[in-house]
Nanobody, 116 residues
Framework: QVQLVESGGGLVQAGGSLRLSCEVSGSISSIKDMGWYRQAPGQQRELVVRITSGGRANYADSMKGRFTISRDAAKNTMYLQMNSLKPDDTAVYYC??????????WGQGTQVTVSS
């Protein structure tokens, strides 16, 4: 079992920055890939970025150059640094983990609102 808890969302103006955190607990050693997804109002959940256990990150095109994923193993935490935020970035952001045997885990989400 893996538990994911996101935090760090909030309200910012366009051009601003936020850093989201995902605290991981449980069977951490079973995790393979992790990532961030988001879901805007009226939209389907979409990929923001994924990172493999080897550290390779794959960003969605619209986030390249603006968002950066990182991990702090000592704190069991994954981060998403978001810069140059746009109103279109407004969404609920979810932490995701892929475990062994095809298990998938999701956090509860954290709201990011970017005003124009």
């Amino acid at each position: 079992q893996v538990q994911l808890v996101e935090s760090g969302g909030g309200l910012v103006q366009a051009g601003g920055s936020l850093r989201l955190s995902c605290e991981v607990s449980g069977s951490i050693s079973s995790i393979k890939d992790m990532g961030w997804y988001r879901q805007a109002p009226g939209q389907q959940r979409e990929l923001v970025v994924r990172i493999t256990s080897g550290g390779r990150a794959n960003y969605a095109d619209s986030m390249k150059g603006r968002f950066t994923i990182s991990r702090d193993a000592a704190k069991n935490t994954m981060y998403l640094q978001m810069n140059s935020l746009k109103p279109d970035d407004t969404a609920v952001y979810y932490c995701n983990a892929e475990g062994s045997l095809g298990h998938t885990y999701w956090g509860q989400g954290t709201q990011v609102t970017v005003s124009s």
